[in-house]
């Protein structure tokens, strides 16, 4: 039976994705294993991105030069933000093979796919020719059936009440 190497789904509606992936690459890094982090939609200028970033085995990478979320995107922020996505997703995988990561965290990669900015046939052939010990999570909303039925966890946050639902932003230190 495999003992390394699994696919982690980290889903749902619900605060929390970002923050289990995080998590389990700084105890990944903890133990001595390197890290390759990559977030998609995301501009990398986060609390928990500064935070990681003191840290000697994790790599960062990130992906959204408008800053925006997709639906307030123009076209042609879309493209630029597509073609940013593809460069991040390959620059994130080929670094995690070269350099014999361990663990792979692709923040956002389903939203990427679902919004259409990364084509999923390109994860899936990553995930289907992965170097067998290296771990790989994804998060992100609404994964598709290709995405699950290669997972080994699939985990789903699920919102029950957000102050976002009352008109409260996403705050620094919390959110942010």
Known sequence: ????????????????????????????????????????????????????????NITMLAANPSSKFSFQMTEEEKQECSAAIGRTFAAATGFAVREGATLLVLDEVC??????????????AFLDGKPDD??????????????????DYITEMVKRRHPFDKGIGARKGIEL
Do not use: W
């Open 1 to 56: 039976m495999k003992e390394t190497g699994l696919i982690h789904i980290y889903c749902g509606d619900g605060k929390g994705k970002t923050t289990a992936a995080i998590g389990l690459a700084v105890r990944h890094a903890g133990f001595g294993g390197k890290v390759v982090l990559a977030q998609f939609l995301k501009d990398g200028t986060s609390s928990e991105c500064r935070a990681l970033a003191k840290l000697g």
């Open 134 to 151: 290296l771990e790989v999570v994804m998060t992100g909303r609404n994964p598709s059936e290709a995405l699950q039925e290669r997972a």
């Open 111 to 124: 939203a990427a796919i679902s919004c259409g900015f990364l084509p999923e046939g390109e994860v899936l």
